[in-house]
């Protein structure tokens, strides 16, 4: 039971032995449990229940999907500095190393002219210090879901459709089953999410498009790429072909820029003839790799969004990862920034004894400079990776090519976007002090 008396979820009673206590608030442990619904089984929704379960609070996680999209699919992502410390302090780093996708060397193709070969290390070094791995969206999640199962309740093929807060909890109406109340509602469900939507409003209110599209598909692995990933650049065209490990498939990548009107993410036909269109002509893979679309049973696309908000909290309800500040699909560091909130999130709950007003605050204070910061991230991105011009590509190629001669100091001057990684992915100290219990701010 929890504070007032509601039947707590099954499978959220024994303690995890294996968690990691390292954080300088690990001491904090509730008393009484505060029953927490989490929307998005994701990344941060899985990351935050960890460590709401860690801290007492009894988290219930609700996924649309009939099951859990883990494995090999999805695209790669990559998990920066402050969110490998993350992965590592719930006792992860070694799965997630263990899973990375080992695409150590990237080679930049151009039709008619010499390949260039540079290793991904000689591109991170930036990050040498701070720690980054590569690894696939769906082998993560399915990481972070085989350390939360046995503690965290899991709810799939259902999703919030109403909410309605009477001061002391939230009635959550759900599309298929019954009713409950929880004592907080948390939105961790994406960059189109639907707790934001019905909470504060329509999500053209906070989405800012960048300009630039995304486009995902699995390919058979014709070329036996083996650890390296091949880019092709036209002018406001890029493509990313890349191994999937252990399945004979790659998976392709699209970037492009389209000012003209863009398919509804939720229209696949019509994204899939964007992506035709945008790319008819173009040459080099292309044709071969639009020719596997349709075949593709893993199609993904959108535009490159970012999600800006000057609150992410209402009441007893709060949103976490690209539900509240999605710095921009593929290209900005989305899913750092989600297991950051979310690790933030649950240790002000905590701090806050449970009280959302004091949680809540700490929380949005803890991270705003952050998110801030990683807004840049995307823009810097899309600008250095999708070359507007010939001339832009050529020079891409040329820059690619003589930066492994260069001395460490002299790349990160020539790469201005990767000091723009670094300040927008890594800028926040996870031991922070934090105020005891009793003494955060009420604002």
């Known amino acids: ?4 008396g509601t039947p707590l979820p099954t499978g959220v009673v024994n303690e995890r032995a294996s968690g990691l206590r390292l954080f300088a608030n690990s001491s904090w442990h509730l008393e009484v449990p505060v029953n927490v619904l989490l929307s998005g089984a994701g990344i941060a929704g899985p990351v935050l229940a960890y460590w709401l379960h860690h801290h007492g609070f009894a988290p219930t996680v609700v996924e649309r999907t009939p099951r859990l999209r883990h494995g090999t699919g999805g695209h790669a992502v990559d998990l920066f500095g ?3 410390q993350v992965v590592e302090r719930m006792g992860l780093l070694p799965a997630v190393q263990e899973a990375r996708t080992r695409n150590d060397v990237v080679v930049l193709e151009r039709p008619g002219r010499r390949p260039v070969e540079i290793p991904v290390a ?3 070094a930036g990050f040498a210090d701070g720690g980054h791995v590569e690894i696939v969206r769906g082998e993560l999640a399915r990481i972070l879901y085989e350390a939360t199962r046995d503690d965290v309740a899991y709810v799939f093929g259902d999703a919030v459709r109403t909410l309605e807060e009477d001061g002391d909890d939230v009635q959550v109406g759900f599309e298929h089953g019954p009713s409950r109340r929880f004592d907080l509602v948390i939105g961790a469900d994406g960059l189109h999410s639907g707790v934001r939507r019905l909470v504060f409003g329509p999500e053209e209110r906070f989405a800012h498009h960048l300009g630039g599209h995304l486009a995902v598909f699995t390919v058979p692995d014709d070329r036996g790429l083996d650890g390296r990933m091949v880019t092709f650049s036209a002018p406001d065209r890029v493509v990313v072909l890349y191994p999937v490990r252990g399945t004979g498939a790659a998976r392709a990548v699209f970037l492009f820029r389209h000012d003209g009107p863009a398919a509804h993410h939720g229209d696949v036909a019509g994204q899939k003839a964007l992506l035709r269109n ?3 002509g173009v040459g080099w893979e292309v044709p071969r790799l639009l020719g596997e679309l349709d075949a593709a049973d893993d199609f993904y696309s959108d535009a490159i969004t970012q999600i800006r908000m000057d609150t992410w909290t209402r009441g007893r309800v709060t949103l976490v990862g690209d539900a509240g500040y999605c710095p921009a ?5 989305g899913t750092t920034v989600a ?3 979310a690790y933030v999130l ?5 701090a806050a004894d449970g009280d959302h007003h004091r949680g809540f605050a700490a929380y949005e204070d803890a991270m705003r400079d952050y998110v801030a910061a990683s807004r840049r991230v995307g823009p810097a991105v899309l600008r250095t990776s999708v070359p507007r011009s010939r001339l832009a590509v050529a020079r891409n190629a040329w820059l690619t090519r003589l930066l492994p001669r260069l001395p460490v100091p002299v790349r990160h001057r020539l790469l201005a976007v990767e000091d723009r990684l670094r300040a927008g992915l890594t800028g926040i100290d996870l031991d922070a002090p934090t105020q ?3 003494e955060l701010s009420d604002g």
């Open 346 to 350: 649950a240790d002000r709950l905590a």
């Open 82 to 84: 402050p969110a490998v």
């Open 329 to 333: 699909p593929a290209v900005g560091g």
């Open 278 to 280: 945008v790319f008819a």
């Open 122 to 124: 000689t591109l991170a």
């Open 436 to 438: 005891p219990r009793g």
């Open 339 to 341: 297991a950051v909130g």
């Open 1 to 4: 039971m929890n504070a007032r």
